[in-house]
């Protein structure tokens, strides 16, 4: 059984920073891409930031310039650096592996954590 534990969310100030992580446990055999998505209230969950096996990334416009993803393959975590945060990217942010456990290659998600931007 593998699982995704996040940490770092919290309230912050507009220009402020936060930074997220998520570490995976359990039997893993390899991990291609770690993420982060957010879902703010009543909007649908987006993409923020990816970061695959190779190192190579991407990310949404919205947060280019702003946001930094980062991965430790040692420790199975993937990081989210966080910096001129503005009200807009309040939201849940969850954590996304893709990777092969017992059960061959699949998708595994977190619990979610709350970032909150105040004006």
């Known amino acids: 059984q593998v699982q995704l534990v996040e940490s770092g969310g919290g309230l912050v100030q507009a220009g402020g920073s936060l930074r997220l992580s998520c570490a995976a446990s359990?039997?893993?055999?390899?991990?291609?891409?770690m993420g982060w998505y957010r879902q703010a209230p009543g909007k649908q969950r987006e993409l923020v930031a990816t970061i695959f096996s190779s190192g190579s990334t991407n990310y949404a416009d919205s947060v280019k310039g702003r946001f930094t993803i980062s991965r430790d393959n040692a420790k199975n975590t993937v990081y989210l650096q966080m910096n001129s945060l503005k009200p807009e990217d309040t939201a849940v942010y969850y954590c996304?592996?893709?990777?092969?456990?017992?059960?061959?290659?699949?998708?595994?998600w977190g619990q979610g954590t709350q970032v909150t931007v105040s004006s």
């Open positions: 359990g039997t893993i055999f390899s991990i291609n891409a």
């Open positions: 996304n592996f893709y990777l092969r456990s017992i059960s061959n290659w699949r998708e595994y």
